[in-house]
């Protein structure tokens, strides 16, 4: 696939030197979450789910790596869209009542995704236990929040959510206020980390778009 750097990215042998911010943060910024089945006038957004997931890992206590290692955890989607939860139990359904053997291709191609970001953030893949448990609840307490804020009634209760703190200023935003935000957190949370980031595809663009000082 083409990406809006102009980068050719690979979707079956993707690497981290075809990984740019740039792209991970258009991508997302402009990706609706639940298929843009929200509420009010502008879709609550990957980019602002990911910032969500990365505040409830930081209110949590996790470290500088481990709020990056959220930040980036849906990542994959900038290349493969925001494929639902539904969908893909779904697929799995479908797999089943064909009698075919028990293979995810979407797991399998989002998960050589994230180890060609991780790899070019420097965030090591696959995630350890402590970290993906972590970021699993977080992700589960951003999607209860997410409900609750920008979903009408559901037709069935939603159950197995974990509670969630208090978020008070939680809004959805247009695309270019997110995509600027999502890259100033990631801009911040590298510095704290202090590489290394060998992969100079990402860091030349880290570098152009690094906030002055």
Not at 39 to 59: C, F, K, M, Q, Y
Not at 125 to 134: F, H, K, Q
Not at 163 to 191: M, Y
Request: hydrophobic share 45%.
């Amino acid at each position: 696939m083409q990406t809006v750097s102009g980068q050719a990215f690979d979707l079956v042998y993707p690497r981290a030197d075809m990984v740019r911010l740039m792209d991970i943060a258009a991508g997302l910024s402009r990706l609706p979450r639940f298929c843009g089945q929200t509420t009010g006038p502008v879709a609550w957004n990957v980019a602002e789910h990911s910032l969500l997931v990365e505040r409830l890992v930081e209110i949590a206590g996790g470290s500088a790596e481990l709020r990056l290692a959220a930040l980036i955890h849906d990542a994959h989607e900038a290349y493969i869209g925001d494929v639902i939860s539904p969908l893909k139990s779904a697929i799995r359904i479908l797999l089943d009542i064909e009698g075919r053997a028990v293979f995810d291709p979407i797991a399998e191609i989002s998960a050589r995704i994230s180890g060609a970001v991780h790899a070019a953030f420097a965030v090591p893949w696959p995630l350890s236990e402590a970290y993906a448990v972590a970021i699993k609840r977080a992700d589960l307490q951003a999607l209860r929040i997410e409900h609750e804020r920008f979903q009408g009634p559901a037709p069935h209760p939603w159950t197995d959510l974990p509670d969630a703190p208090e978020i008070g200023d939680l809004a959805p935003q247009n695309e270019t206020f997110s995509r600027e935000r999502w890259n100033r957190r990631v801009l911040t949370l590298l510095a704290q980390r202090a590489g290394p980031y060998p992969h100079f595809a990402l860091l030349s663009v880290l570098d152009a778009e690094a906030p002055p000082g």
